[in-house]
């Protein structure tokens, strides 16, 4: 390494590192994000999930993890949990009994209206046309950091 590439590593900040960005601002997210969970009673993965379960209802307990990027260790207590909150219910997919659909209850559906707000979008600070530009490039990153993690692995 040139003594001038000593000094510029020396010379990174935190603030400099793509990493902590990303880092602090899901820290930030999950600051205004914390009135509208702590009135639903809902932690923010218990919410995504049950996100996911709009998006898609009766999904098998493994597809729901890949798309939260959720282990099947983590997912399954957040699961109990929204069982046990009456928010959804789990049963054994009667085609494959080795695998466990997941779907909401009215209560989960009813989520919906209490959990769709703009105040997030207001926090944000950002114009409508930024949105699908910065949350595709988010993605872009995630899916090759992803990639590149497969292949190292």
């Not at 602090?24 to 639903?40: C, H, M, Q, R, T």
């Not at 009215?106 to 944000?124: F, P, S």
Request: some cysteine.
């Amino acid at each position: 390494m040139k003594s001038t590439e000593n000094a510029d590593s020396a010379a990174l900040r935190l603030s400099d590192f793509l990493c902590f960005a990303v880092y602090s601002a899901n820290l930030a997210f999950g600051k205004a994000y914390k009135p509208i969970l702590d009135e639903l009673g809902l932690t923010y993965t218990q919410y995504i999930t049950i996100i996911a379960l709009w998006e898609q209802d009766n999904q098998t307990v493994g597809g729901l993890g890949e798309k939260l990027f959720l282990e099947s260790n983590t997912l399954t207590p957040i699961l109990k949990k929204l069982e046990a909150m009456g928010y959804l219910h789990r049963q054994r997919d009667p085609q494959d009994e080795r695998q466990v659909l997941v779907g909401l209850t009215k209560a989960g559906r009813r989520l919906r209206e209490k959990g769709l707000t703009m105040d997030i979008v207001e926090a944000c600070g950002l114009a409508p046309e930024e949105f699908p530009k910065i949350q595709r490039a988010i993605v872009t990153l995630r899916n090759n950091l992803v990639k590149s993690a497969r292949e190292q692995g």
